[in-house]
């Protein structure tokens, strides 16, 4: 028998953290559709993959963000750092001319 069929507050709890979840995943796939297009714009004027400029900007903001939620900002800026590791990679792989 489930924890779940035991315990009718924990099932609440994780139909919230499935609904997050599933919320993350779609907010994800829209960041990297956005990210995409950036990538393709970037290959049409010749500009590199990777901004440090803009990235820093991003971690120092959302390192802020986190603080005021609530959010360990260390473990906010290491799956930003994931994230935009990510981008990087596609943006080369725009740039050497593959589509996906």
Not at 50 to 74: C, F
Not at 88 to 97: L, T
Request: hydrophobic share 45%; glycine share 4%; net charge negative.
């Amino acid at each position: 028998m489930s924890d779940e069929a035991v315990d009718p507050q924990l099932a609440d709890y994780r139909a919230s953290i499935d609904n997050i979840d599933a919320a993350l995943v779609h907010l994800l796939a829209e960041r990297f559709k956005i990210t995409k297009a950036v990538g393709r714009y970037k290959a049409t004027v010749d500009l590199p993959a990777a901004d440090p400029d803009r990235e820093r900007i991003q971690i120092e903001r959302l390192r802020a963000l986190a603080e005021e939620s609530g959010l360990d900002p260390a473990f906010t800026e290491q799956f930003l750092r994931f994230i935009v590791a990510e981008v990087i990679h596609h943006h080369q792989r725009i740039a050497e001319g593959e589509h996906f």
